[in-house]
Antibody, heavy 118, light 106 residues
Framework: EVQLVETGGGLVQPGRSLKLSCVAS????????MYWIRQAPGKGLEWVSS????????YYPDSVKGRFTISRDNAENTVYLQMNSLRSEDTATYYC???????????WGQGTLVTVSS | DIQMTQSPSLLSASVGDRVTINCKAS??????LNWYQQKLGEAPKLLIY???NLQTGIPSRFSGSGSGTDYTLTISSLQPEDFGTYFC????????FGAGTKLELK
């Protein structure tokens, strides 16, 4: 069974940093791209970052480019999201996700809440 | 970027109703359209992938259709556990989600 467990969320002041982790199990982690997706309270979903299987290619939307960095450790079955220069608009639940055989975002973790506030 | 316009934003229905939710892309997305269900406090759950493929374990009352820019999710006979929020999602080019449809009990 695929399991994705996110940790690392919490309350952080604007301008500070936070690093999220997502530990994966139940599949061959090194064979799949991994993703972070966020959802502001009461709002819709926004793709935040993608990383390929060996970590050599990463992608971001303009809203986080230059501030967020996705990385992975295939030996530890873990994907990370380093978030710098945090803003109030980054307040959201952050989910990690993986593809299915034929499609994107087939499996999601339970999410971790990040609150950016002074 | 591809914009996804989802409608309606709020849908009131009764158990047993047939309901449809629509999603319109700002350009052709080549059937790379998924539908997700989200209940309060939970992660989204994949229902339909690539327009009309039912994810494993999802009841057959859920179905999807469409092509080009226009896509539809249909629930043939609404069950009590189907109430929640539904999102469409395109992964043809730079992944984007629709704004969501809240399905509530009439």
């Amino acid at each position: 069974e695929v399991q994705l467990v996110e940790t690392g969320g919490g309350l952080v002041q604007p301008g500070r940093s936070l690093k999220l982790s997502c530990v994966a199990s139940g599949f061959t982690f090194s064979s799949y791209w991994m993703y972070w997706i966020r959802q502001a309270p009461g709002k819709g979903l926004e793709w935040v970052s993608s990383i390929n299987t060996d970590g050599g290619s990463t992608y971001y939307p303009d809203s986080v480019k230059g501030r967020f960095t996705i990385s992975r450790d295939n030996a530890e079955n873990t994907v990370y999201l380093q978030m710098n220069s945090l803003r109030s608009e980054d307040t959201a639940t952050y989910y990690c996700a993986k593809d299915g055989i034929l499609t994107r975002f087939a499996y999601w973790g339970q999410g971790t809440l990040v609150t950016v506030s002074s | 970027d591809i914009q996804m316009t989802q409608s309606p934003s709020l849908l009131s229905a009764s158990v047993g109703d047939r309901v449809t939710i629509n999603c319109k892309a700002s350009q052709n997305i080549n059937k790379y359209l998924n539908w997700y269900q989200q209940k309060l406090g939970e992660a989204p759950k994949l229902l339909i992938y690539n327009t009309n493929n039912l994810q494993t374990g999802i009841p057959s009352r859920f179905s999807g259709s469409g092509s080009g820019t226009d896509y539809t999710l249909t629930i043939s006979s609404l069950q009590p556990e189907d109430f929640g929020t539904y999102f469409c999602f395109q992964h043809n080019s730079w992944d984007t989600f629709g704004a969501g449809t809240k399905l509530e009990l009439k």
